[in-house]
């Protein structure tokens, strides 16, 4: 079955970095696309950035371009989202997610920007 594992997440304060993965299991994670996604308390769920299966196509939300970073690596089966010079306002759980039929989730990862 598919699975999905994010880590990384923390406590950070603003201006600082982070890098979070997501360990991808029980699908054929080359030839599927990836994405971001993170809810922050009481708003909806959103698409924050997404790369291709080869990982030579990405995109993001315009509130995060220039500071966060989506990359692969295939032979681990393993997405990540770097992420720099960050603000109170990127603080939610992060969530990795694959569409394989249907939307697939991991569990999420806690990303707290405070001072």
Do not use: H
């Not at 996604?37 to 924050?48: C, F, I, M, S, T």
């Amino acid at each position: 079955q598919v699975q999905l594992v994010e880590s990384g997440g923390g406590l950070v304060q603003p201006g600082g970095s982070l890098r979070l993965s997501c360990l991808a299991s029980g699908f054929t994670f080359s030839l599927y696309a990836m994405s971001w996604y993170r809810q922050a308390p009481g708003k909806e769920r959103e698409l924050v950035a997404g790369i291709s299966n080869t990982g030579g196509s990405t995109d993001y939300a315009d509130s995060v371009k220039g500071r966060l970073t989506i990359s692969r690596d295939n032979a681990k089966n393993t997405v990540y989202l770097q992420m720099n010079s960050l603000k109170a306002e990127d603080t939610a759980v992060y969530y990795c997610s694959t569409y394989w039929g249907r939307r697939y989730w991991g569990q999420g990862t806690q990303v707290t920007v405070s001072s």
